[in-house]
T-cell receptor, first 109, second 117 residues
Framework: DQQVKQNSPSLSVQEGRISILNCDYTNSMFDYFLWYKKYPAEGPTFLISISSIKDKNEDGRFTVFLNKSAKHLSLHIVPSQPGDSAVYFC????????FGTGTSLTVIP | DAGVIQSPRHEVTEMGQEVTLRCKPI?????LFWYRQTMMRGLELLIYFNNNVPIDDSGMPEDRFSAKMPNASFSTLKIQPSEPRDSAVYFC???????????????FGPGTRLLVL
């Protein structure tokens, strides 16, 4: 059973606008959350993370929000750029990482 | 560092054949992970090694799958016999575990795209 879910398989956003990628999890024991970005024919690369003791972490254009009560994680990209077009995986960890199925983001120039 | 190295990058084989995927983790990393990526299930953890010892293989789908890590710089994932439903991209990842901290990021290899006909 999927403990980490990304319910939107794809998302299209205009360049310069905000991209919001969502992730839900079921295990309340998860204490660390990450977002990975994946380009075609490459392995996923780490993007940003957040510990369960925080509700927000920001790194440049990327911000991750954590709502523990709702068991919900989101990644905001502002402003979106064409180079951000990729598949984004969220992952949650208590001991090992559990990944979602990914959301394919397309940023339209 | 060259990063995590996987070979082959692509593999096409016929049903029933043995397939061996190889991984060289980043030097100094003491944890190694094998994942399978499919459209339906995303990235699934197959097996996790720490200090060359298999810690959790609960994600290995069937007895047809086996993994070894004979030393700190090499791991294999073997499928015997292979079936069409094994077609997927297989990723290897490595991580440096500092004591009890398991929150270090994993570094992924480029993956092996397997097609079983």
């Amino acid at each position: 059973d999927q403990q980490v879910k990304q319910n939107s398989p794809s998302l299209s956003v205009q360049e310069g606008r905000i991209s919001i990628l969502n992730c839900d999890y079921t295990n309340s024991m998860f204490d660390y959350f990450l977002w990975y970005k994946k380009y075609p024919a490459e392995g996923p690369t780490f993007l940003i993370s957040i510990s369960s003791i925080k509700d927000k972490n920001e790194d440049g254009r990327f911000t991750v929000f954590l709502n523990k009560s709702a068991k919900h994680l989101s990644l905001h990209i502002v402003p979106s750029q064409p180079g951000d077009s990729a598949v984004y995986f969220c992952a949650a960890s208590v001991y090992q990482f559990y990944f979602g199925t990914g959301t394919s983001l397309t940023v339209i120039p | 560092d060259a990063g995590v190295i996987q070979s082959p990058r692509h593999e096409v084989t016929e049903m029933g054949q043995e397939v061996t995927l190889r991984c060289k983790p980043i030097s100094g990393h003491n944890s190694l992970f094998w994942y399978r990526q499919t459209m339906m299930r995303g990235l699934e953890l197959l097996i996790y090694f720490n200090n060359n010892v298999p810690i959790d293989d609960s994600g290995m789908p069937e007895d047809r799958f086996s993994a070894k890590m004979p030393n700190a710089s090499f791991s294999t994932l073997k499928i015997q016999p292979s079936e069409p439903r094994d077609s997927a991209v297989y990723f290897c990842a490595s991580r440096s575990d500092a004591g009890l901290a398991v929150q270090e990021t994993q570094y992924f290899g480029p993956g092996t795209r397997l097609l079983v006909l």
